[in-house]
């Protein structure tokens, strides 16, 4: 018997269209605790860990500040937009985790280890990732994993990946 191979998706931004209303609802988090940032800014952000979110706007004064109030109106302001977020063309979902489940968030490679973990596959198992950010990517790479920016571009490079 041979071992599994598993694929690895992200969900918001890649299974799900979600990334601007993130980048919004940090936005008004931020403005919720006196600070400005433009939102292409925070939309480059997104994907990263929320953890590090406020560290990565402003440094560790800001974070000290107003860190830990950010992300909690950062969550009642995306919980606001999730009407607006909608499935995109391709997804299936047989397990899930998030940052609760590690220490380190993305770019950290532990979300994609405990996922795997959760899904029963063996150390050094072959894998891929599917995730839309450069956190994503980044997080894939420190775990040995190619990253895909869509299902569709898995899709198409199947034969390429441990998948085919």
Same mark, same amino acid.
């Given at each position: 018997?041979?071992?599994?191979?598993?694929?690895?998706?992200?969900?918001? %931004? &890649?299974?799900?269209?979600?990334?601007? !209303?993130?980048?919004?609802?940090?936005?008004?988090?931020?403005?919720?605790? %006196?600070? &400005?940032?433009?939102?292409?800014?925070?939309?480059?952000?997104? %994907?990263?860990?929320?953890? !590090?979110?406020?560290?990565?706007? %402003?440094?560790?004064?800001?974070?000290?500040?107003?860190?830990?109030?950010?992300?909690? !109106?950062?969550?009642?302001?995306?919980?606001?937009?999730?009407?607006?977020?909608?499935?995109?063309?391709?997804?299936?979902?047989?397990?899930?985790?998030?940052?609760?489940?590690?220490?380190?968030?993305?770019?950290?490679?532990?979300?994609?280890?405990?996922?795997?973990?959760?899904?029963?596959?063996?150390?050094?198992?072959?894998?891929?990732?599917?995730?839309?950010?450069?956190?994503?990517?980044?997080?894939?790479?420190?775990?040995?994993?190619?990253?895909?920016? &869509?299902?569709?571009?898995?899709?198409?490079?199947?034969?390429?990946?441990?998948?085919?």
């Amino acid at each position: 018997m041979t071992d599994p191979t598993v694929a690895v998706l992200d969900i918001d %931004g &890649t299974l799900i269209d979600s990334n601007y !209303q993130h980048a919004l609802a940090w936005y008004r988090a931020l403005r919720s605790v %006196g600070e &400005t940032c433009p939102v292409w800014r925070l939309h480059r952000l997104i %994907g990263m860990g929320g953890d !590090q979110v406020v560290m990565a706007v %402003g440094g560790e004064d800001l974070e000290r500040r107003v860190g830990d109030q950010a992300r909690e !109106q950062q969550g009642k302001e995306v919980d606001a937009l999730l009407g607006e977020m909608a499935p995109l063309p391709v997804g299936i979902a047989d397990d899930w985790t998030s940052s609760a489940d590690v220490e380190a968030s993305k770019p950290a490679p532990d979300l994609l280890q405990v996922a795997l973990k959760k899904l029963g596959a063996p150390p050094g198992v072959s894998s891929v990732m599917v995730g839309d950010s450069v956190w994503d990517v980044e997080a894939a790479k420190r775990a040995g994993m190619p990253a895909y920016d &869509t299902p569709g571009d898995l899709a198409k490079a199947l034969g390429d990946t441990p998948l085919a």
